[in-house]
């Protein structure tokens, strides 16, 4: 691993392409993944309930999806025109979402870009809220606008604010909700806790867009996996656009936004004023065809399947004292020391986000989640 390591630091700054996968001294290298199991390049073998950050559905290579993914490009991996796979994938997200309206890309970060050059098309106006905590991907109008490269000016066009401040909100839209394009908010956000939205601030947040004109966007890149509709249709809110990502892709690179079809029209070329977003690999079929399958494979025996054991699974550790949220296959264990937990879960055989994000797969069964119960305990020093 340490040759590894040194041959990568020698290419890559750290060592690796995603801030997200550091862990010191290096992280351990993956050379291979099947069904909820992945192997390192040192032969160390764990539960993955890291999925790719919650991407992977059904673990790694799923039969099925390894065969639709292999015909897909044995037909041609991408094309410089369109294809009736992206119409069939649009159709199925409008039929599990209730949003009529859909466009493609390839990752989250990118989701939320187009809503946000989208929703300020649309509306005319340049102002987007967003709630502090909450990880909308890496563009420069979502993270923290003291963070290293951000322009100083992008804090006169992006208003953060707590959220579940309910006083807050209703005070900067009295303030600025004639200048507002968007207010963008995820329902359950991980790096503030994976703790889901009070039901009266989320109805606050739609009335008040409402209100002012502003365009609601509900960020379910994550959260997408927690429903067939994914959150949003368990709040009974339905937004103006909405970001996906991750599951869709069947384990590739895949990102989208649905919503209104007038919101939405700011992107045809049909219209006046299009705004043109392209994309070499926007909507290639391997990701639409692999995508759609894995969807249709999550239906809602699936579904709630899998939720029970995430639920299960964070009830148990709740018992033990493990101090721990999220809702149905998202469990988030909230480590007062993320990295040395980290390791010490890795060495018991279990792999989780670096900040104690756990996201259960389809492939998992009793005894694997049995499993995870049991080294987190290890791990933690709650065993006893």
Not at 154 to 171: I, N, Y
Request: proline fraction near 5%; include cysteine; hydrophobic fraction near 40%.
């Amino acid at each position: 691993m340490t040759a590894l390591r040194d041959r990568a630091r020698q290419v890559m700054p750290g060592g690796n392409t995603r801030s997200t996968l550091f862990v010191s001294p290096h992280p351990p290298y993956a050379v291979k993944g099947v069904g909820c199991r992945v192997v390192d390049a040192q032969g160390h073998e764990v539960i993955d309930c890291n999925n790719n950050y919650t991407a992977l559905l059904h673990g790694h290579a799923h039969p099925e999806l390894v065969s639709v993914a292999q015909a897909a490009v044995a037909e041609g991996s991408a094309f410089g025109l369109p294809t009736e796979s992206e119409v069939a994938f649009a159709e199925l997200l409008r039929d599990r979402t209730g949003l009529p309206s859909w466009r493609f890309c390839n990752s989250g970060t990118e989701a939320v870009m187009m809503a946000v050059r989208g929703a300020r098309a649309y509306t005319g106006r340049d102002l987007i809220v967003r709630f502090s905590g909450s990880y909308h991907g890496t563009y420069d109008a979502v993270v923290d606008v003291s963070a290293p490269g951000v322009p100083g000016d992008v804090k006169d066009s992006v208003l953060t604010l707590p959220q579940g401040d309910e006083p807050a909100f209703r005070e900067a839209m009295r303030l600025h909700g004639s200048t507002v394009a968007a207010v963008l908010i995820d329902l359950m956000p991980n790096r503030a806790g994976l703790r889901p939205a009070a039901q009266p601030f989320v109805d606050l947040v739609r009335a008040e867009t409402t209100k002012h004109g502003a365009l609601l966007v509900i960020d379910e890149v994550i959260t997408l996996r927690l429903g067939l509709g994914g959150l949003q249709r368990q709040y009974g809110v339905v937004p103006d656009m909405t970001t996906v990502g991750k599951i869709i892709g069947g384990g590739f690179p895949a990102g989208g936004v649905g919503g209104r079809r007038e919101v939405l029209d700011a992107f045809s070329p049909l219209g006046q004023g299009t705004v043109s977003w392209g994309g070499t690999f926007s909507a290639n079929p391997v990701t639409m065809r692999t995508g759609a399958a894995a969807l249709r494979m999550f239906n809602q025996a699936a579904l709630d399947a899998l939720n029970a054991r995430g639920d299960g699974l964070r009830t148990r550790l709740q018992e033990r004292g493990v101090k721990v949220s999220g809702s149905g296959s998202l469990v988030r264990l909230l480590l007062a020391d993320a990295e040395p937990a980290w390791w010490r879960l890795y060495e018991r055989g279990v792999l989780v986000g670096t900040n104690g994000l756990m996201a259960l797969s389809t492939a998992m069964d009793d005894a694997d989640v049995d499993a995870v119960h049991d080294a987190v305990l290890d791990a933690l020093e709650m065993s006893a």
